[in-house]
């Protein structure tokens, strides 16, 4: 059985990939800290990652991140586990919105 897994980018790599038309940057911090701050995409905060699943549905790059990596390294394992998602390339911006600062 083939399982999807995630690659570690840095925020060079993410603002490349983000410039294509079937990729989202997904933000999985709380939505004041994505108020507070963001790089931009959309705001998921990580205990909603099922629920809202779908949003992502129509892209086939996924780019995910948070402050300091972890909760986005965690989303990034998730999104690795959806059987549909196979196709889909799942990234993970290696040290959070921390290492862009």
């Not at 990729?23 to 995409?41: A, I, K, L, Y």
């Not at 909603?48 to 992502?56: N, S, T, V």
């Not at 991140?65 to 993970?92: M, Q, Y």
């Amino acid at each position: 059985m083939y399982k999807n897994t995630y690659t570690d980018i840095s925020l060079t790599q993410m603002n490349e990939l983000r410039q294509q038309s079937d990729s989202v940057v997904v933000d999985v911090r709380e939505t004041w800290e994505f108020e507070e701050f963001n790089e931009g995409g959309i705001n998921i905060p990580l205990a909603e990652i099922r629920q809202q699943r779908e949003l992502l549905s129509p892209f086939k790059n996924i780019i995910v991140l948070c402050t300091n990596g972890v909760r986005s390294k965690v989303a990034a394992l998730d999104f690795c586990r959806v059987p549909e998602w196979n196709e889909k390339k799942i990234f993970h911006l290696h040290g959070g919105i921390l290492e862009t600062e």
